[in-house]
């Protein structure tokens, strides 16, 4: 199973929700390949910051041969996360080839609506040649007690897109464990964050199997 994280607009925290998504998945016993797509490396980075041996590795691959180069890559894993990048729509095309499915994080606000136009006019033009594409919204970054959330889901309609059920909420211990190259399901397992995670990944096995 191949995972993309993708949005051509940056700043939607595609990095943040690739390694919770990784990391929730190695914990059940998934091997588990992260692929970091974005030049800018934010996924290798905070590999790197961690102290002690990692769950899963993580490789650099932005360029626009990944559908081609994770055949081999990808044969020895059961699941390849990849954290795509914004504003590159060569990579972002061979991220989608690649992949079983889609995730699309997308923060509610109406910019963030419209700018998810180009990473949906890319996953339509896959599926001409991938049929069995999957893919689906993520609300990321939702405001705590606040209605935006259901309100950019109606927005989102107009793209004839799923959205996934889960709402990850913008909460402060997810920049606290990246700082150290870890995440909320190990720092703290038992906060609303790591349940909104694990509550997120049966989201996604129920799109894969739908």
Known sequence: MIIGILNQKGGVGKTTLSVHI????????????????????????WSASREDEGLFPVIGLPKATIHKELKTLASNYDVVVIDGPPRSYDVSRSAIMASDIILIPIQ????DVWAAKEIVELINEATSFKENLKSAFVINRKIVNTAI???VKEALVEYNL????T???QRVVFAESAAAGKTVLENEPASLAAKE???LIEDITEALND
């Open 162 to 165: 799923p959205v996934l059920k």
């Open 167 to 169: 709402a990850i909420c």
């Open 22 to 45: 990784a990391t929730a998945l190695a914990q059940e016993n998934k091997k588990v390949l992260m692929v970091d797509a974005d030049p800018q490396a934010s996924a290798m980075d």
């Open 197 to 199: 995670i694990n509550s």
């Open 149 to 151: 959330g259901r309100d």
């Open 108 to 111: 509610p606000s109406p910019y």
